[in-house]
């Protein structure tokens, strides 16, 4: 059916709610419940959460590095005696401290770069959920001989669908870059014995313009320097084919990784 100006002008009215609405609401922490009706995102059938708090369970020392702003690492049934979390954004750090000091845990502000603040072997477990950089060679040396290190990334081109809609397609180098076998390679040569690698792809639906706003305010590498105005005529053209075709379906790629440095 053709488009009359009264359907055009309510479309208009409804994009600029739902887009100024997103570009205002607060994305820090890294908690994406703002979405909740608004995008679904299918979870790894490996359970990160449950599997890290399991392994917390039987720790004695705990450092979760880039903890965002801590939920992960908030949610954990029972913490270890000494647990201390790494955080680079400030309004992160803020966040992670009020969540995880009742808990007992330290917050500890650092830059995301070697090294790490932490002495050799300070730590039988060492986690990570989705964090921009692994150095491998910092973590198999903070941790204690025996110890390990669990971690469920981002692999390789995850939600491009979306990346590559306001980018354009991506070279093959950056399609492929977070690959989880590059991941493997890089923990073996630090010295860490890779005890299990997982991968899968998984699908991811944006049903209206304000939840694509978000996400890319709060994810800020999927594409780098995102605002509203910068992408005003783009996020426009994906509101009509929301409003007019249905969701617009992504995939995200994650794995897992544990490795154990030998005793």
């Keep these: 059916m053709p488009e009359t100006p009264d359907t055009a002008s309510r479309e208009a009215a409804r994009f600029d ?18 979405l909740d009706g608004r ?38 049934p029972e913490l270890p005696p000494l647990v201390v979390a790494t955080e680079s954004w400030p309004p992160n750090i803020a966040r992670a401290t009020a969540l995880l000091h009742p808990r007992g845990a330290a917050v500890v502000a650092d830059e995301d770069e070697p090294p790490l603040p ?19 060679e910092e973590i198999a040396r903070v941790l204690a ?24 397609p991506q070279p093959p180098e950056v399609r492929g870059a977070r690959d989880p076998e590059r991941a493997r390679a890089d923990a073996e040569a630090a010295g860490l014995d890779v005890v299990d690698l997982r991968a899968e792809r998984l699908r991811t639906e944006f049903f209206d313009i304000g939840a694509v706003v978000y996400f890319l305010r709060k994810v800020i590498w999927m594409v780098p320097g995102f605002t509203v105005e910068a992408y005003r005529p783009q996020l426009r053209a994906l509101h009509h084919q929301l409003e007019t075709e249905g969701p617009f379906v992504a995939h995200t790629t994650r794995f897992l990784i544990e490795a154990r440095k030998p005793v």
Excluded: I
Excluded at 17 to 34: I, R
Excluded at 120 to 132: K, Q
Excluded at 147 to 168: D, H, K, W
């Design 39 to 76: 995008a679904t995102e299918q979870r790894p059938s490996w359970g990160y959460a449950r599997a890290m708090g399991e392994r917390m369970g039987r720790a004695r020392a705990a450092l979760d590095v880039q903890t965002g702003g801590g939920e992960v690492l908030a949610s954990v």
């Design 145 to 168: 001989p025996g110890g390990t290190y669990f971690s469920q990334q981002v692999g390789p081109a995850s939600v491009f669908e979306l990346v590559e809609y306001f980018l354009g």
């Design 118 to 136: 932490f002495g050799d072997g300070a730590f039988d477990l060492v986690v990570s959920r989705h964090p921009v950089t692994t150095w491998w």
């Design 17 to 34: 709610a739902l887009v100024a609405e997103a570009d205002s609401v607060s994305v820090d922490g890294w908690d994406f419940s703002w």
